[in-house]
Nanobody
């Protein structure tokens, strides 16, 4: 069983920054691509960013490209999401997830099998 626990969310003003962390249990963390998704009230869960097991490949949603950076530390079983220049439309619950297809990067929720409980990010005007 894999457990994912997000942290680092909170309230920030527009233009500010936050860094989210996702701590994973289990020795297979480093063998899998990881992803970040978010879900705003009344909306579907959407893709934010994904990273390969080595960290050498990343992919971002157009809405966050140039502002967010995904990274990972396999020694700490942790994946991060650095969020800069935050906008009010970034307000959502942010989830990390593990790819169900090994090291394959994925943009769809059904390409991930384990999910964290989420952490709330609120960006005020």
């Amino acid at each position: 069983q894999v457990q994912l626990v997000e942290s680092g969310g909170g309230l920030v003003q527009a233009g500010g920054s936050l860094r989210l962390s996702c701590a994973a249990s289990g020795r297979t963390f480093s063998s899998y691509a990881m992803g970040w998704f978010r879900q705003a009230p009344g909306k579907e869960r959407e893709f934010v960013a994904t990273i390969s097991w080595s960290g050498g490949s990343t992919y971002y949603a157009d809405s966050v490209k140039g502002r967010f950076t995904i990274s990972r530390d396999n020694a700490k079983n942790t994946v991060y999401l650095q969020m800069n220049s935050l906008k009010t439309e970034d307000t959502a619950v942010y989830y990390c997830a593990r790819s169900r297809r090994g090291d394959a990067l994925g943009l769809a929720t059904d390409q991930y099998d384990y999910w964290g409980q989420g952490t709330q990010v609120t960006v005020s005007p």
